[in-house]
Structure formats: structure tokens, C-alpha cells
């Protein structure tokens, strides 16, 4: 088990990063973060209403189950949104640069972080 210093250290390590966070997307509220490529306290608030869209929309499309990761896509960037499994309410959020991250690996890291995560 793993705390949010320890998580987000790991996050920060991942090839590419440029910065990162662990948000409490009920409330928009960061609860940590790593780096300063990205202003994350406004990304925790933004991609806050992205997670809720994508379960609001998951409903009313009757898909049941949970969200693995949001990945998108920008010209010199990467944002990964990953939702805890653990932790009702939260997500992981990764930023990369595009030119020096691999983003199979850093969804691979990324999901081994969030599975360590203890209960919040």
C-alpha cells in the first residue's frame, strides 16, 4: 500500500512526465501533485467535469462497469485520466510530453501506482 506522496513520487518518475496529481473529482479538489509543466490545480478542476461527463454519459448509454483510463491527446501532450478502483471519487491524472513519453508504458506504470494506492 502505497500513500499519495509515495503515488505521486512514483507518477513523477514515469518517463515524460511534466507533472501530475491525485484529484477528488466529486469536489474538483487536488489533493496532491508533482511538477510544474501544467497548471494542476485548474487540470484537477477541468478534467474533474470530464470524469463526471464520461460516467454521466456511460448511464445514460446503459454501459455499466467502470472507466479504465481518459487519454487525450494533444498536439505536444499527453493527459492520462485514471479513476481509482480503490478509491471511490478519485483519479490519477498524468501529463506528458509527447515527444518523450511512451504511453504504453506510462498506462502500465500508471495502473500498477493506482492498484497500490491505499484507501484515502
Known amino acids: 500500500m502505497s500513500s499519495i506522496d509515495d503515488t505521486l513520487r512514483g507518477m513523477i518518475d514515469i518517463q515524460g512526465c511534466l507533472g501530475c496529481a491525485i484529484v477528488d473529482y466529486t469536489s474538483g479538489m487536488l489533493l496532491g501533485s508533482l511538477g510544474a509543466g501544467v497548471d494542476l490545480e485548474l487540470a484537477a478542476a ?5 470524469v463526471k461527463a464520461k460516467l454521466k454519459t456511460m448511464d445514460s448509454l446503459g454501459i455499466s462497469g467502470s472507466i479504465e483510463d481518459i487519454l487525450i491527446t494533444l498536439q505536444d501532450q499527453l493527459h492520462i485520466i485514471r479513476p481509482s478502483t480503490s478509491n471511490e471519487g478519485l483519479f490519477l491524472y498524468l501529463a506528458l510530453d509527447k515527444k518523450n513519453a511512451n504511453l504504453a508504458l506510462a498506462r502500465r506504470n500508471l495502473n500498477d501506482l493506482e492498484s497500490k494506492l491505499k484507501r484515502v
Open 46 to 50: 477541468g478534467n474533474s467535469e470530464v
